[in-house]
T-cell receptor, first 114, second 115 residues
Framework: KAGVTQTPRYLIKTRGQQVTLSCSPISGHRSVSWYQQTPGQGLQFLFE???????NKGNFPGRFSGRQFSNSRSEMNVSTLELGDSALYLC?????????????FGPGTRLTVL | TQLLEQSPQFLSIQEGENLTVYCNSS?????LQWYRQEPGEGPVLLVT?????EVKKLKRLTFQFGDARKDSSLHITAAQPGDTGLYLC???????????????FGKGTKLSVKP
């Protein structure tokens, strides 16, 4: 079966702009989690969506938001971009149940903010 | 505060050598996962350890979960250039993060195996 896909793979934006990233989970997975990866901080959890509802949230400012659609596809939005938002943004999908929440990661979107 | 500390941060060895990577925390996790990430790709799950003291073997890789479920180690025997990558440990609250997709990651160990 197809893996997790993320679009676009690369993105260059300037400070103050906003950006939307997309994630298509593995078929049948209802949970999508988003992570930010930087050399200094490593992988940090942003938020998780399950059945179109945000179920868990990390410690990121309100400029970072997301949503999930009825087909489980998810988008992440970052408004008023800052230089420090340059990172690899990863999404991971899973069945999202207590007994089976094994997460499968996509290849990521590399965001560069100039 | 980094809840999961990995060491060493960088490791450069010759093909055929053995190595151990450590993942330590002051917190208890219900399960701990190890991932490997290659440049330009997302992390790929290698193993999940759930029971304190558990040891799992995956070919030349041996994973151990500490008795108190606060630490873990990854041992690679006879490393090969194909083992090169970023090794990440991640702690979960439930079996695989419980009902919430919130994994807490260490910063990773960057391994380079030279032929």
């Amino acid at each position: 079966k197809a893996g997790v896909t993320q679009t676009p793979r690369y993105l260059i934006k300037t400070r103050g702009q906003q950006v939307t990233l997309s994630c298509s989970p593995i078929s049948g997975h209802r949970s999508v989690s988003w992570y930010q990866q930087t050399p200094g901080q490593g992988l940090q959890f942003l938020f998780e969506y399950f059945s179109e509802t945000q179920r868990n949230k990390g410690n990121f400012p309100g400029r970072f938001s997301g949503r999930q659609f009825s087909n489980s596809r998810s988008e992440m939005n970052v408004s008023t971009l800052e230089l420090g938002d340059s990172a690899l943004y990863l999404c991971a999908s899973s069945f999202g149940t207590y007994d089976d929440n094994e997460q499968f990661f996509g290849p990521g979107t590399r965001l560069t903010v100039l | 505060t980094q809840l999961l500390e990995q060491s060493p941060q960088f490791l450069s060895i010759q093909e055929g050598e053995n190595l151990t990577v450590y993942c330590n925390s002051s917190s208890v996790f219900s399960s701990l996962q190890w991932y490997r990430q290659e440049p330009g790709e997302g992390p790929v799950l290698l193993v999940t350890v759930v029971t304190g003291g558990e040891v799992k073997k995956l070919k030349r890789l041996t994973f151990q979960f500490g008795d108190a479920r606060k630490d873990s180690s990854l041992h690679i025997t006879a490393a090969q250039p194909g083992d090169t990558g970023l090794y990440l440990c991640a702690g979960a609250r439930g079996r695989y993060g419980g009902s919430q997709g919130n994994l807490i990651f260490g910063k990773g160990t960057k391994l380079s195996v030279k032929p």
